[in-house]
DNA sequence: CACTCCCGCCAATTA
DNA sequence: TAATTGGCGGGAGTG
């Protein structure tokens, strides 16, 4: 067909100008017709063909004329009236009608154009399995020119396949075909990166929202992986490339491609909406929810799975919902993977991955490849390792295991971001006001906002809680009395407040983000603690400055009836100290009781979400985390004190924040809030912003980063409100839920009246050390179990405040604070340099090491997810 | 009209 | 600086 296409198209002109003007020519084109006969076939019948042959026939056939047409296109233009006019078309010209038809027909439809075509033909030109010696290299113009296309649409198709590791790039405009040998493997991989984060997000949103997951479950679940895959295998894989390029490299189609199909992986069903993957993709991203950001997410989408497609794994389905049929695809690849996570983890992956990919170059390869490369390589490594980073980070190698462990814990992190995303998405959705993040105005800053939680929040949590336990928890406190979280224990408010972790609330559909602002730095406090940390904040802040007043406002609603009470002084104070924590809210109160009512009474179904999330958080944590100390000792550090500086600047953002003053107060707290108006089956979020520093502090490891303290509240229950954490309570907390949690303990929180909804609250920090412990040493390992839920009541106290107020009634909105004060909080460890880069934007830092990263990342923001990753991963140092 | 998604501008990166 | 990559979104094709 192609051939045909070709012989027609080609010769005039080569590829995109022809539309048109083809449709002139075309008309002279005519001639083609003769030639054409066959060419019938061709466009219609896509799927008959033989994608080998086919391509044989069009690359042996185009290429020589393709290649050139295409350079010449436009010359051809010109000439190709000549050619064309050559040809009989001339005449055909006249004769028109028919001729015309045919052209329509020769005419490339766009279907013959299509991408998924275009990978046909690709994947034609190689072998599936090509024998494991030889390597093929794949030439970009070349193949560009013999498909005669646009160097673009290969880039397209290339970066999709590079994502699955079916070839590695080696070289500029040079790619290494692998085949799919390492697809079994890139696919385990992804699933595991997916199960784990999404699988305790399933479980929790199984229960709590057993209606919506009728729908979307399936999405939520996917979606929730979904985004810590996106992550995951940009840590893993990302490493390197995050360092590289955080920026542009984070939203790139590959980083996508792998969080698709991870959703797939994840997805019972195997069936994911595009609408679904692509709120997933956005949260990750923290693009955030405009509109047309989705659409773009979409249209990217649809090239990825066209390219999908076209490898077979996916097929498009309709999927029906609520709202109506919506496009779908269903995985119709492999489902099993016999070794997954071992392998991966061991060797495999990354042989697979790697391998695959082949940069034959990286040598090295596998430890670069590891997550904390990026980190490092930042730094450090960048010189060291050129392999990849050479390369350009390749993209994400899957490089190692242990970079894995950390995604996975991150991923779990990410996950129930994610998981809120989509729940917000949703009720955005639903509810009257699509984009619930967008409502907020601060778009802009909101895309940061939204990033920066999830990013720094999740990536740096993982690591956090991992390695430290989370929080503050335990394990940094514990385990780090230097760190910061001491001092700030002092000021007030343990560490662990400051670490805090998560919330999760049971009802309603409220996302808060928190985050300590700069404003808080800037105003209040003054960086004494931490100056970096507040800077850090600032740094985010500085981002999005604008942002934050406006999230503030916002968000100020929420929380910020609580905390101010509370907080205020106190928060300044601590932010000052740095810790802040998530006084938000509040709490005293809740804590007695929430942690038992939570538990039993709670909740309900949320309450075991909770607390099956934290389970499963857990163990993977756990062992994540211990393979990761084992493997990357440094990442535990760097992860512990970005663990600390989470909860310290969680905790301050936390609080104060909100409530308040928003953007201004002293700290703010950011948050990030997210309403999910409509119906929300709801979530919230909370988060704070500082954790995202932390997190991002966390970059060591790729992975990790559990660390970020959010609190997730379930839209329902927002109503009532509920959760506050505060610090103090969340040894009650711990002692109360789990074992595990109250260890950690920082997180404590209160809901209100929900209680009986199920708030569920999920305290990085906290809990972590209980269970973990017995690495204590270990904060990482510790740290991950920190990450459980605790499904805590609230009674209605002084979180209701908060959130309420505020928070309900906004569809979403978002807050970012940056909160310096964290930093401050926990100074720790952490280096002061990541977090300012980190919270700085992205150019500004320029520091060394993590911070490029992390820089990078967070500078990016944009692509919220990846560089989150990549900046946990940073972290090493 | 909605869904797809091609096309290519142009910015970010790299050489 | 030039070339390579690749994000992005307009808007056209398709049903």
């Not at 350009?392 to 129930?416: A, F, G, T």
């Not at 009802?507 to 300590?516: D, N, R, T």
Request: proline share 9%; charged share 20%.
């Amino acid at each position: 067909e192609n051939i045909f296409d070709r012989s027609r198209m080609s010769p005039k002109t080569p590829i995109k100008n022809e539309p048109v003007d083809l449709s002139k020519q075309k008309g002279c084109t005519p001639e083609r017709n003769p030639i054409t006969p066959v060419k019938l076939a061709d466009r219609p019948q896509p799927d008959p063909w033989t994608p080998t042959a086919n391509l044989k026939m069009l690359v042996s056939a185009a290429s020589p004329d393709m290649r050139d047409r295409e350079k010449k296109k436009e010359l051809f233009r010109p000439i190709e009236n000549s050619e064309q006019s050559d040809t009989p078309e001339s005449l055909q010209y006249m004769v028109d009608d028919s001729t015309i038809d045919e052209f329509e027909k020769q005419r490339p439809s766009r279907k013959q154009k299509s991408l998924g075509l275009l990978c046909q033909k690709f994947l034609a030109r190689y072998p599936s399995y090509p024998l494991s010696t030889e390597k093929t290299t794949i030439s970009l113009d070349e193949v560009a020119s013999i498909l005669g296309v646009e160097r673009r649409r290969i880039y397209d198709i290339v970066n999709v396949l590079e994502s699955l590791h079916l070839v590695s790039r080696v070289a500029k405009n040079q790619y290494c075909w692998h085949g799919r040998h390492n697809l079994s493997q890139t696919l385990k991989m992804l699933q595991e990166a997916g199960e784990l984060q999404y699988g305790e997000l399933m479980n929790f949103f199984q229960h709590k929202e057993q209606d919506l997951e009728c729908k979307f479950g399936e999405r939520k679940k996917e979606a929730i992986p979904n985004s810590q895959e996106g992550p995951l295998l940009d840590f893993s894989e990302t490493d390197c490339t995050s360092t590289s390029a955080n920026s542009r490299k984070d939203k790139s189609l590959r980083i996508m491609s792998q969080k698709f199909v991870m959703l797939f992986l994840v997805s019972k069903t195997k069936i994911v909406t595009l609408d679904i993957a692509a709120k997933i993709l956005i949260e990750e991203t923290q693009d955030t929810v405009d509109h047309s950001k989705f659409k773009t997410k979409v249209r990217r989408l649809y090239d990825i799975a066209n390219v999908l497609t076209s490898l077979g794994l996916i097929k498009k389905v309709h999927v029906t919902e609520e709202r109506g049929r919506k496009p779908a695809f269903k995985w119709i690849g492999p489902v099993e993977f016999p070794v997954k996570t071992d392998e991966l983890r061991g060797h495999s992956p990354r042989s697979d991955l790697l391998p695959g990919t082949q940069r034959g170059t990286c040598t090295p390869h596998p430890s670069c490849a590891t997550g904390k490369q990026k980190l490092t390589r930042h730094a450090s490594f960048n010189g060291a390792q050129p392999c990849e980073g050479t390369r350009r980070k390749v993209s994400s190698e899957p490089s190692s295991p242990r970079q894995e462990r950390q995604d996975e814990y991150c991923s779990k992190m990410i996950n129930l971001a994610a998981v809120c995303r989509q729940k917000i998405e949703e009720d955005t959705r639903n509810p009257s006001t699509p984009s619930s993040l967008s409502v907020l105005p601060l778009s802009g800053d909101f895309d940061f906002c939204v990033n920066s939680l999830p990013q720094a929040v999740f990536p740096v949590v993982q690591a956090d809680v991992t390695r430290l336990s989370l929080s503050n928890g335990v394990s940094s406190q514990a385990l780090h009395p230097s760190t910061p979280a001491a001092s700030k224990t002092e000021n007030g408010k343990p560490t662990q407040l400051s670490n805090q972790p998560f919330l999760c609330f049971p009802s309603s559909s409220l996302y808060m983000l928190c985050g300590g602002l700069q404003e808080n730095s800037l105003r209040e406090t003054p960086p004494t603690a931490g100056d970096v940390g507040n800077r850090s904040a600032e740094a985010q802040a500085a981002i999005p400055p604008a942002a934050c007043p406006k999230r503030s406002s916002p968000k100020c609603a929420l929380p910020s009836a609580a905390i101010d009470d509370e907080e205020p002084a106190a928060k300044k104070q601590n932010m000052e100290q740095s810790d802040v924590p998530l006084s938000l809210v509040i709490p005293k109160k809740a804590f007695e009781s929430p942690m038992t009512e939570s538990t039993p009474a709670s909740g309900s179904t949320s309450a075991v979400h909770l607390e099956a999330f934290h389970l499963n958080l857990a163990s993977p944590v756990a062992s994540e985390a211990v393979d990761k100390e084992s493997t990357k000792p440094l990442d535990s550090q760097e992860q512990e004190k970005q663990s600390q500086n989470k909860d310290s600047d969680e905790l301050s953002s936390g609080k104060e924040p909100s409530s308040k003053e928003n953007a201004n107060q002293p700290f703010l707290p950011q948050y990030l809030y997210v309403q999910p108006a409509a119906g929300l089956n709801s979530f919230n979020f909370l988060f704070s912003a500082n954790q995202a520093p932390g997190a991002i502090s966390l970059a060591a490891s790729p992975l990790p980063s559990l660390s970020v303290p959010c609190v997730m509240v379930p839209s329902a229950a927002l109503a009532s409100f509920p959760l506050v954490c505060s610090p103090a309570i969340t040894s009650a907390l711990s002692s109360i839920s789990d074992g595990s949690f109250s260890a950690a303990t920082s997180v404590n929180f209160s809901m209100s009246g929900l209680a009986s909804p199920t708030p569920v609250f999920i305290g990085t920090t906290a809990v972590v050390t209980p269970r973990v412990s017995p690495a204590p040493v270990d904060p990482q390992q510790p740290v991950h179990p920190a990450l459980h839920l605790s499904p805590v009541l609230a009674s209605s106290c002084g979180a209701v405040k908060l959130d309420s107020p505020v928070c309900m009634g906004h569809p979403v909105t978002l807050l970012k604070l940056q909160q310096p004060s964290s930093a401050p909080l926990t100074p720790k460890n952490i280096r002061p340099a990541r977090h300012e880069a980190f919270f700085k934007t992205p150019g500004s830092l320029g520091d060394p090491v993590a911070w490029k990263k992390n820089e990078g990342n967070q500078a990016r923001n944009v692509s919220s997810v990846q560089r989150r990753l990549e900046i946990s991963s940073t972290s090493p140092d």
